[in-house]
């Protein structure tokens, strides 16, 4: 089966051009790796391409969010989902920046010092009769600054942080058609969880 790039659109509806095949363990094919090699593996051969390539690699940093970089995170944000919340942004920034001891976690992404882009997640203790995991309620990458590892790194600083809580599973609830950052959960590892949601219209 023969999978494409999807696009930076989130939409999810635009494809790119690159083809890719990737066989999963249990036969299901999805958007992700693009060979069998291990994670590390193909990272390090996109590091020796760029190096080849004579491209400058920036410093890629993760770290908590301050509140310097709410300018940053909202740009992002409005960006990607072309609507500015910024009401809601400070909002996030009092609850998550520097609560980490509350379980609760807003990491931002940096290239050379530049924010590029960001992750939110919290510990929740014994929601829908769960015992206490990890939750990532949003994560973005600046359009120009996609397909370098970002987002792997920041998911991957972000479940280090829940484990450090003490927690063992890690779950994120995405929207249906948005097939770029489910081929991303998947590329990490994730898998449908055994909760459904539910909703109806309050008319
Ligand atoms: C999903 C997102 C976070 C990925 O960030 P990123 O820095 O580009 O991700 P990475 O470079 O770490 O990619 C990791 C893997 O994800 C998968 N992936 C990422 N982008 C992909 C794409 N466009 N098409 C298919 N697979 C893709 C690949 O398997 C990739 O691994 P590979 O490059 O070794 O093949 C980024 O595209 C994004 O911010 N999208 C919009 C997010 C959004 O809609 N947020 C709102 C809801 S939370």
Known sequence: MHLMR???????????????????????ALASG??????????????????????????LEIRPARPS???????IDTEVTGLAKPAYWRGIFRRYADSAKAGRHLLVATASGEVVGFIIGEV???????????????????PGARLAGVGTKLLAAIVKAFRRSGVATVRTILARENALVLSFFRSQGMMAGPFISLEMELG
Do not use: H, Y
Request: hydrophobic content about 35%; overall charge positive; charged content about 30%.
């Open 69 to 75: 970089d709410l300018a940053p995170v909202i740009a």
């Open 6 to 28: 999807i696009n930076g659109s989130e939409s999810g509806a635009r494809m790119g051009t690159r083809t890719r095949t990737t066989a999963r363990p249990g036969g299901a």
């Open 34 to 59: 693009g060979s069998a090699r291990p994670r590390d593996a193909r990272a390090r051969t996109r590091a020796a391409a760029r190096r080849r390539s004579g491209a400058i690699e920036p410093q």
């Open 124 to 142: 929740r203790d014994w929601e829908f009769g769960s015992p206490p995991c990890g939750w990532v309620f949003g994560i973005d990458v600046r």
